[in-house]
């Protein structure tokens, strides 16, 4: 079996016993990356082997993943935060189990994308997830059609694209998360302008990655 495992995305207590139980009896754990997922099994004390697997390795791996869950082995999937497949490497893999009839099993548990949208005290029945924006190509695009959706739009950004993202939304209402689940978490409302300013005169909050919502132009 595959098991596909949400972990933490700060706070290691929001690991789920499922998750715990799941290392434990697994013959293998693929993650994005061995130093981080280390962190999470020392804490609990787990010796699960691990197997480096992220969204740039190559097709040699997922066959050596494959052929492991063939020959009857267990192996958990996580990524370095959150829940696999959420803007994170997980869909190869995920793809190549299913076409081999292996059974892919989902242990739900932390994502930024819920988080954030527990606590934005507006209308999200209905929303747009748009994953994290292109760089370049694309970017303007990306942003137009943030800016004139009826729906909320939801988006991840880096750090170091946060300032750019919204000043290209400007007069847009937008709430933003950052530092999730971690000591210094923190919900910022407000028009883009109004964040921006906050953040260029707090760029010491400028860490990590960010959740970002913008109100429906209808809200």
Do not use: W
């Not at 754990?29 to 804490?43: F, G, M, P, S, Y």
């Not at 934005?120 to 059609?145: C, D, S, W």
């Not at 170091?160 to 689940?181: D, P, W």
Request: hydrophobic share 40%.
């Amino acid at each position: 079996m595959l098991y596909i495992v949400a972990t933490p995305i700060g706070n290691l207590k929001d690991i789920t016993l499922r998750a715990l139980e799941i290392f434990k009896k697994v013959d293998l754990i693929a993650c994005e990356d061995t130093r981080v997922a280390k962190k999470l099994l020392n804490h609990y004390d787990i010796k699960t082997s691990l197997i480096s697997y992220h969204q740039h390795s190559k097709t040699t791996r997922i066959d050596y993943l494959i052929d492991k869950l063939k020959k009857g082995q267990n192996i958990a999937l996580v990524t370095d935060a959150g829940t696999p497949g959420i803007s994170d490497p997980g869909g190869k893999l995920i793809e190549e189990a299913v076409k081999n009839d292996i059974e892919v099993i989902p242990v739900p548990g932390v994502s930024a994308l819920p988080a954030l949208i527990s606590v934005a005290g507006i209308n999200l029945q209905k929303f747009v997830f748009l994953g994290f924006p292109p760089h370049k190509k694309g970017r303007e695009t990306f942003f137009k059609e943030a800016k004139k959706s009826n729906l909320p739009v939801i988006f991840f950004e880096s750090r170091y694209r946060i300032f750019k993202a919204l000043k290209t939304l400007e007069n847009s209402q937008v709430i933003v998360g950052r530092e999730l689940t971690k000591m210094h978490e923190e919900i910022i409302r407000g028009s883009a302008e109004e964040v921006l300013e906050y953040f260029e005169n707090n760029p010491e909050k400028v860490r990590g990655e960010f959740a970002v919502i913008v109100k429906g132009v209808k809200q």
